[in-house]
């Protein structure tokens, strides 16, 4: 090889390593752009915009579709990006554990969660908070302080709210009997205890005859509150906690032909228990407010993210909703029927 020759080599080379030099010095890392962008919207930190996880306690229950809305609404304000994943029904304890479980690797911004269990989910939201995630509660409340904020219905409110309206109903006197949920659910053990409680201090000729789970499923309040109906043919009244056990205990009073012999109030508002209020087949609802739970939870984990001051607790209210009232401006946008 000749001199001319070498001398070409070598400024080939170095020209080669320069611009290599320049392309590590301007770039911000050797990945692919693609690669990067994937990462960081895995940890929420592409363009500025957080990840934040939604995590409810099922994903079957129109309730759960409000919460979701209310979320969507807060992410569009806020410019953050909502990861929303949940069990497909209610009181999988484990598949919801491990669903924030995957939240938590995946190093997400923040977390927003309907605890289906009080106790089981403990370790999961201590575990993200040792991660430094922040971790928003909302509907149910759990046994630690792990949280940033608490969003939820005042449901003990909410079942001395049905109790006063089931005495008022009754005129002060008679049998009834309450469908619960499911134990360890925090958000109706409070509502069923606010119900009994109340009926108890205040109102002494009612009697209470049964209390039974309904479980978490339509299907298991509907059998649940036959079974009750079967074994009570002089009930009175009957009070059920959630969505599930609503509409179990309203196809089960018409199975027997009791809707509208026995006073009935329920708790929340899917279409099927709005249908039963405008029909006379059940008395009233307690309707809380889920899209506010969503909107504020997301709120209040953004605000978390920032370093910003967060409210500890926040009350998205709680409402008795009767036939006559359906109509009025406030219960039509608490219900999204405006127009």
């Not at 304000?77 to 029904?89: C, F, K, Q, S, T």
């Not at 909410?158 to 109790?163: C, E, Q, R, T």
């Not at 009570?232 to 009791?258: M, P, V, W, Y």
């Not at 406030?330 to 219900?335: A, D, G, W």
Request: charged letters at 25%; one cysteine or more.
């Amino acid at each position: 090889m000749n001199k001319n020759v070498l001398i070409l080599v070598f400024l080939l080379v170095a020209i080669a390593a320069v611009g290599a030099g320049l392309f590590l010095k301007h770039g911000e890392n050797t990945t692919p752009q693609s690669d990067r962008s994937k990462a960081e919207n895995i940890v929420g930190e592409a363009k500025g915009v957080a990840s934040i996880a939604v995590i409810p306690k099922g994903t079957t229950h129109s309730f759960w579709n409000s919460v979701l809305a209310g979320a969507q609404k807060a992410a569009r304000e806020h410019d953050v990006e909502i990861l929303w994943a949940g069990p497909d029904r209610e009181g999988d304890r484990e598949k919801q554990i491990q669903i924030v479980e995957d939240f938590i690797v995946k190093k997400v911004a923040g977390i927003v969660l309907a605890p289906t269990d009080a106790r089981a989910l403990v370790p999961v939201v201590e575990r993200a908070a040792a991660a430094r995630i922040p971790v928003v509660i909302i509907d149910s409340d759990i046994e630690t302080d792990k949280w940033v904020s608490f969003v939820a219905t005042d449901n003990y409110a909410g079942g001395a709210l049905a109790a006063k309206h089931m005495a008022k109903l009754l005129g002060g006197r008679g049998k009834v009997a309450v469908i619960k949920y499911m134990a360890g659910s925090a958000s109706t053990s409070a509502r069923e205890n606010g119900f009994i409680e109340t009926l108890k201090k205040g109102f002494p000729e009612i009697e209470l005859v049964e209390d039974r789970y309904g479980m978490d499923t339509v299907e298991t309040a509907l059998s649940a509150t036959e079974d009750v109906l079967t074994r009570h043919k002089e009930l009175d009244g009957i009070f059920a906690c959630n969505e599930s056990t609503s509409r179990g205990a309203l196809r089960a009073l018409e199975s027997q032909g009791r809707a509208g012999a026995v006073k009935m109030i329920g708790f929340d508002a899917a279409d099927a228990l709005i249908k039963g209020l405008e029909a006379g087949r059940i008395d009233a609802l307690v309707v809380q407010n889920p899209q506010a739970m969503g909107y504020e939870g997301v709120s209040s984990a953004v605000a978390a993210i920032k370093g910003q001051s967060v409210k500890t607790r926040i009350d998205t209210g709680v409402e008795l909703v009767t036939k006559d009232r359906l109509n009025s401006p406030e219960i039509r946008s608490l219900l999204g029927r405006e127009g």
